[in-house]
């Protein structure tokens, strides 16, 4: 079953959680947002303790074949790009365990050519050892391309929409295989039939008006708790960061308008994780920290080899699929795919979260348990 065609209802049919979502991030007073935090607090508490999980993303390639209008990967960019070898993918992983990491995100751009199922395999296999629990963040593929990577190692799947507006996806979305939005719909489902036990999903709030953009997020959410149930579901809710291209955002979603979208998700949805990231400023992710959210990054770098120097004696630019020199390098680095707002350390963040009575995380899953 997909999820397309409840998507596509108008006006949509909903649920009495989705009625009470709607209420709960339409315009409030002062009062009316306290109630929302300490309501959000106490089932963030009762489900999820004190506990923030802690993961670093690791990008493996910035080469991507989609043109996206507010991707600093757009194929049409003309960045450094550059593709860890597993030598390098190995010595970014090193570094991050020594922080003490053991929960990892791979990310990719779309590009089969240099992002395929075998390096993906083997980067999985080579990062075993190092952390407890690895995820991915690529390109959808069929079941069948999953079934490798479960089966190597990898445990999560996330996959943002991107936005929910057949209308707006068309026009932000130029070319490639990203262009097929029901595709890009379903791929949470075909990953859970996988074996995937982790799903993310989300929406990048800047494409289209919050409230419409939060509420599709909803709906898609309550629809894999039903039909992929037996998997642990995160949302995410990422704002339109700068990256290579100089996009502007066409809507906002303020920081006021995040802290209510954070405290209604946590109260529909109780069970469901809530991950916020480095694209937010520090401030802001400490005072959202104890609103809702229950996984963060920390210490990020969005472009490969970012955390080690690695690959920068193979930058180039890619024209059609051919790898052609850099016009000049001198001490560049690979082009990242946004900048990020939060440059603590990991160290100083874990500080912080202890500081606000929250314990930080760094494990929380064991391939052994499925021995069991």
Same mark, same amino acid.
């Given at each position: 079953?997909s /999820?397309a065609?409840?998507?596509d209802?108008? +006006?949509p049919?909903?649920s009495?959680?989705?009625?009470r979502f709607?209420?709960? %991030?339409?315009p409030?007073?002062?009062?009316?947002f306290?109630?929302?935090a300490?309501e959000?607090r106490?089932?963030t508490?009762?489900?999820?303790g004190?506990?923030?999980?802690?993961?670093?993303?690791l990008?493996?390639?910035?080469?991507?074949?989609?043109n996206?209008?507010?991707?600093? /990967?757009?194929?049409?960019?003309?960045?450094?790009? &550059?593709?860890?070898?597993l030598?390098?993918v190995l010595a970014? #992983?090193?570094?991050?365990?020594?922080q003490?990491?053991r929960?990892?995100?791979?990310?990719?751009?779309?590009?089969p050519?240099f992002?395929? @199922?075998h390096?993906? &395999?083997?980067? %999985? *296999?080579a990062?075993r050892p190092?952390?407890?629990?690895?995820?991915?963040?690529?390109?959808?593929l069929e079941?069948? @391309? =999953?079934?490798?990577?479960?089966i190597?190692g990898?445990?999560?799947?996330i996959?943002y929409q @991107?936005?929910y507006? *057949?209308?707006?996806?068309a026009?932000m979305?130029t070319?490639g295989?990203?262009?097929?939005?029901?595709?890009?719909?379903?791929c949470?489902?075909?990953? =859970?039939?996988?074996g995937?036990r982790?799903?993310?999903?989300?929406?990048l709030f800047?494409?289209?008006?919050?409230r419409? $953009?939060?509420l599709?997020?909803?709906?898609?959410? @309550?629809?894999l708790?039903?039909?992929?149930w037996?998997?642990?579901?995160?949302?995410?809710?990422?704002?339109l *960061?700068?990256?290579?291209? $100089?996009f502007?955002?066409p809507?906002?979603?303020?920081?006021r308008?995040?802290?209510?979208? %954070?405290?209604?998700?946590r109260i529909?949805?109780?069970? &469901?994780g %809530?991950?916020?990231?480095?694209?937010?400023?520090? +401030?802001l992710?400490d #005072?959202?920290?104890?609103l809702?959210v229950?996984s963060?990054?920390?210490g990020?770098h969005?472009?490969? !080899?970012? =955390?080690?120097?690695?690959?920068?004696g $193979?930058?180039?630019?890619?024209?059609?699929g051919?790898v052609?020199?850099? $016009?000049e390098i !001198?001490?560049?680095i690979?082009?990242?795919?946004?900048?990020?707002?939060?440059?603590?350390? +990991?160290?100083e963040?874990?500080t912080v979260?202890?500081?606000?009575?929250l314990e930080p &995380?760094?494990?929380?899953?064991?391939q052994?348990?499925?021995?069991?």
């Amino acid at each position: 079953m997909s /999820f397309a065609p409840i998507l596509d209802q108008l +006006p949509p049919a909903l649920s009495p959680a989705l009625r009470r979502f709607s209420g709960l %991030i339409s315009p409030n007073d002062d009062a009316g947002f306290e109630t929302m935090a300490q309501e959000a607090r106490e089932l963030t508490r009762q489900h999820f303790g004190r506990t923030m999980r802690m993961f670093a993303p690791l990008y493996l390639s910035n080469e991507c074949i989609n043109n996206c209008r507010y991707c600093g /990967f757009s194929r049409d960019n003309p960045i450094l790009r &550059v593709t860890l070898s597993l030598e390098q993918v190995l010595a970014e #992983a090193r570094h991050l365990s020594a922080q003490g990491f053991r929960q990892v995100l791979l990310v990719a751009g779309e590009h089969p050519k240099f992002v395929g @199922e075998h390096y993906l &395999v083997d980067c %999985i *296999r080579a990062l075993r050892p190092l952390f407890s629990s690895i995820a991915l963040e690529l390109g959808p593929l069929e079941t069948a @391309e =999953y079934l490798p990577l479960v089966i190597a190692g990898a445990d999560g799947l996330i996959v943002y929409q @991107e936005t929910y507006d *057949r209308a707006i996806y068309a026009e932000m979305h130029t070319a490639g295989p990203k262009r097929d939005f029901t595709w890009r719909l379903d791929c949470a489902q075909r990953a =859970y039939a996988a074996g995937f036990r982790r799903l993310g999903i989300g929406a990048l709030f800047g494409l289209s008006p919050w409230r419409k $953009e939060a509420l599709a997020l909803a709906q898609h959410l @309550e629809f894999l708790l039903k039909n992929c149930w037996q998997a642990d579901l995160t949302v995410s809710l990422p704002r339109l *960061r700068p990256a290579a291209g $100089e996009f502007t955002p066409p809507f906002s979603l303020g920081d006021r308008a995040l802290a209510q979208l %954070i405290c209604a998700f946590r109260i529909c949805f109780p069970q &469901v994780g %809530i991950v916020l990231s480095t694209r937010e400023a520090a +401030p802001l992710r400490d #005072a959202l920290a104890s609103l809702g959210v229950t996984s963060m990054s920390a210490g990020s770098h969005t472009e490969p !080899g970012g =955390y080690t120097g690695q690959g920068k004696g $193979e930058l180039h630019r890619t024209v059609r699929g051919r790898v052609l020199p850099p $016009e000049e390098i !001198g001490d560049a680095i690979a082009t990242g795919q946004f900048q990020i707002s939060d440059s603590r350390s +990991p160290a100083e963040v874990a500080t912080v979260l202890r500081a606000h009575g929250l314990e930080p &995380v760094w494990k929380d899953w064991d391939q052994a348990l499925l021995a069991q």
